[in-house]
């Protein structure tokens, strides 16, 4: 009777590992740190990883995905992730993870100040992992604005 125990500690594990590496992932972005972040993905481009930055088009394998990293780091002086909705569905050795990414970001100094002005953005995503014998690595990430209410909605007047 221990299998199905010992079935459901290693699911655990094996979620607990994923959400580790889901945190790691922005976490790396936090801190503008590149070379943790490129640890993160799948190496090598056997099987190609993509990525999806709001608005941008879709970036396939791995040294084009890193480029686009560099280039966020290089253009953003501060940003902050605080994740909700946090998600992770798993089937053998592939990983799923949605959730909400409430991103808190500063682009350059404008003069006189330390950073520029902080703007906020809500972005859904999807992250996919991936298991290799090194842990849990990112194959997919894909973000997608969430469109704000403006608070502007007419109403039509029924006397018109």
Not at 120 to 141: C, I, M, Y
């Amino acid at each position: 009777m221990s299998a199905p125990r010992d079935e459901h500690e290693a699911a655990a594990a094996d979620i607990a590992a994923v959400e580790q590496a889901n945190t790691a992932f922005y976490e790396a972005m936090e801190r503008g740190d590149l070379d943790e972040l490129s640890a993160l993905w799948l190496p090598g481009e056997d099987l190609t990883v993509s990525c999806v930055h709001p608005g941008w088009p879709v970036l396939t394998g791995r040294g084009e995905v890193l480029r686009s990293y560099a280039l966020i780091m290089a253009d953003t002086e501060y940003i902050q992730f605080f994740l909700t909705d946090v998600g992770v569905s798993m089937t053998g050795d592939t990983a799923l993870v949605t959730c909400t990414e409430n991103i808190l970001s500063g682009g350059p100094a404008e003069e006189g100040n330390d950073l520029g002005p902080l703007v906020g953005q809500l972005v859904v995503a999807t992250n996919v992992f991936r298991r290799t014998p090194e842990g849990w690595k990112l194959w997919s990430h894909h973000g997608s604005p969430v469109l704000a209410e403006t608070g502007e909605e007419e109403d039509e007047d029924p006397a018109s």
